[in-house]
């Protein structure tokens, strides 16, 4: 089974510049999340999607930061502008609620960002 | 406070040695508890789930002390290749049913 695709891998861009992130989950799972981690922290939950609806997204700056599910597969985060402190790792992650275990998130490789 | 809170460490420790990792959390509804595992540089991975009862994984070993909110993960005999950083996570349901993320804890196992 494929595991979540996300790319691109590594982006270097200047503050207020724009960037944007893909995502491609696991085939079949409903659920994906966009999760920011800054180093020496853990994950934390930007945007929460069910199919193509957002179903939380109380933690994202959406002053600048934007996502969108269009047709329940594949997500795009974006930022613009870019501000210093958006330098971290975007992971994604797919979960299937109708599975046992369903708890279970699993991750892409991430992207990592840096903001100049 | 934090919602999840654990000791960042580092833990450096000898191969063979027994290490224990504490986390607390704050939020008494929370319902199901995890430890993850993340390798530098990687993504964070499902490493067991933790029940009131306490379970074991080989090696590992995870108790939940609801009373306190406290959770536990023991590593017994540590290898080399358990140097990571270990998540400690709490699963909110309602609504969204979410994640809540501890900050890790990194161990460094030694030769």
């Known amino acids: 089974e494929a595991g979540v695709a996300q790319s691109p891998r590594y982006k270097i861009i200047e503050k207020r510049q724009s960037v944007a992130f893909w995502c491609n989950p696991i085939?079949?799972?409903?659920?994906l999340y966009w999760y920011q981690q800054i180093l020496g922290q853990g994950p934390k939950l930007l945007i929460q999607?069910?199919?193509?609806?957002?179903?939380?997204d109380s933690q994202l700056p959406k002053d600048r930061f934007s996502a969108e599910r269009l047709k329940g597969v594949d997500s795009t985060l974006k930022i613009q502008p870019a501000k210093l402190e958006d330098s971290a790792v975007y992971l994604c992650?797919?979960?299937?609620?109708?599975?046992?275990?369903?708890?279970?998130?699993?991750f892409g490789p991430g992207t990592r960002l840096t903001v100049t | 406070r934090k919602e999840v809170e654990q000791d960042p460490g580092p833990f450096n420790v000898p191969e063979g040695a027994t290490v224990a990792f504490n986390c607390t959390y704050s939020n008494s509804a929370s319902q199901s508890f995890f430890w993850y595992r993340q390798d530098c540089r990687k993504e964070p991975k499902l490493l067991m789930s933790?029940?009131?009862s306490g379970n074991e994984d080989g090696r590992f070993t995870a108790q939940l002390n609801r009373a306190s909110q406290y959770i536990s993960l023991l590593i017994r005999d540590s290898k080399l290749s358990d140097s990571a950083t270990y998540l400690c996570v709490v699963f909110h349901s309602g609504n969204t049913g979410k994640l809540i993320f501890g900050q890790g804890t990194t161990l460094q196992v030694k030769p």
């Open positions: 085939s079949g799972h409903a659920t």
């Open positions: 992650a797919s979960s299937n609620p109708g599975q046992t275990n369903s708890y279970e998130q699993y």
């Open positions: 999607f069910q199919n193509n609806g957002v179903v939380d």
């Open positions: 933790v029940y009131s």
